[in-house]
């Protein structure tokens, strides 16, 4: 049996007898029948099912009665699946005008129009009606076969079109589920193809970080010995200085007293020569800025030490961050003096369980970036760090030009630059994401355009057991 079954038929005529005759010919003619055929089928062992369904049948006087008709219908779920529509229906709608509202209320009405005059123009009522398919012309006077017929047969239709039309749509249903399926897949897909690459842009930078790390280390390593010896020698030599110049003193008083005025010219004008007053004025200074200039190869060498990490190699251990800030913030200080002022404000931190060499990288990717950030006006640059519960956090917060909301989902992913080819690699920042997310932290940014941009890094004191 068809899983939608109806048999609802509205005829919408101004004729009385109409309708008498309608019910004669597509009503069954009594419930005895019914019964009849029911024990026909109970007796012959036949299916009670195969009695046919019979037709339903309502009743309209007029255009505007169908329409209420058909509108109650749908209210209740009960749709016609077809109506016999009268041409001439005085005082109200004409049969036309009839079909124009029903199908403006229920389009999938299959319609009938009956009429008795050949006058009508029909194909301007299609035209107009716009009726395809769904509109059948009956001529008076009725053949009772075909009335039947056009029943059934228009019946079948309605319920085989909701049957197709129910199909589409478990069809669409299914293609769209698909649908969101592959799209699902195609999206995992892509994510897994730019984390693959994310991670080995990462490691070709981290590997040649880490040997240039090791190659500043080593050549650190290198100066920090001769340095030790210029050092040590110059404080010695500054001793050597002092006893020379008391002696010199000593000689030139002696001098004064010499009865020989050759010995004493000679000696004058060999002072004049090498300039002796300007040399002894001179010396100290000279001895003091050499001192200082060795005490800051010294300094640096000690930065790129720490900031290396190179003697700790790559170990998980407690580090004092402030003191690897520090230093990297020496290093980086010629690139952003020109750019801007580096204000630090530093609260009480542990310290903590990392790579101490990797987290400078990270600092120092944070302040390169801030101060490149900085337009022709000469900017600040804020470092702080501060506690959270079981945390610390480290934040780099510049005054600089801010990260365009459309960039700001993509400034972590390798090679995403906005510089100048042979500027910016684009991989400072997927790099230091790698390494806060190595460190069980996260990294957050906050940026307004044409305000600044503040990266927050928050690492666990401890790490989880690795
Ligand atoms: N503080 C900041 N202010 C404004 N823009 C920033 C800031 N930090 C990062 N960006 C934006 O994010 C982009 C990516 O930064 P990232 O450090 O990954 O690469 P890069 O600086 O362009 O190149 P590299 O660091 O490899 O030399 C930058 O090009 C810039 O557009
Ligand atoms: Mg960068």
Redo the contacts with the bound molecule.
Sequence with gaps: MNPIQNRRILLVDDMPTIHEDFRKILLPPSAAKSALDAAKAALFDDEVKSVEVPFELDSAYQGEEGLAKVQASLGAGRPYAMAFVDMRMPPGWDGVETIEHLWRVDPRLQVVICTAYSDTSWEEVLTRLDARDRLLILKKPFDNIEVRQLASALTAKWESTQQAGLQIDQLEAAVEERTVKLVHANEALQAEMSERLRRESQLVQSEKLASIGQLAAGVAHEINNPIGFVCSNFGAMQGYFDNLMQLLGAYERAAAQLNSPATTSGLARLREDLQLDYLKEDMPGLMRESREGIERVRAIVQDLREFSQVDSAQEWRLANLHQGINSTLNIVASEVRQMADIVKTYGQIPEIECLASQINQVVM?LVV??A??MGSERGCITVSTGTEDDHVWIEVA?T????AAQ?LSR?FDPF????PVGK???????LSYGIVQRHHGRIEVQSRVGEG?TFRIVLPVRQPSH
């Excluded at 995403?416 to 510089?419: G, M, R």
């Excluded at 910016?424 to 997927?430: D, E, M, P, V, Y």
């Design positions: 990717n970036n801030a490149h950030a510049d600089g030009c801010g990260i960039h400034i995403f630059t906005t510089k910016g690699t684009g991989l400072g920042l997927s941009t």
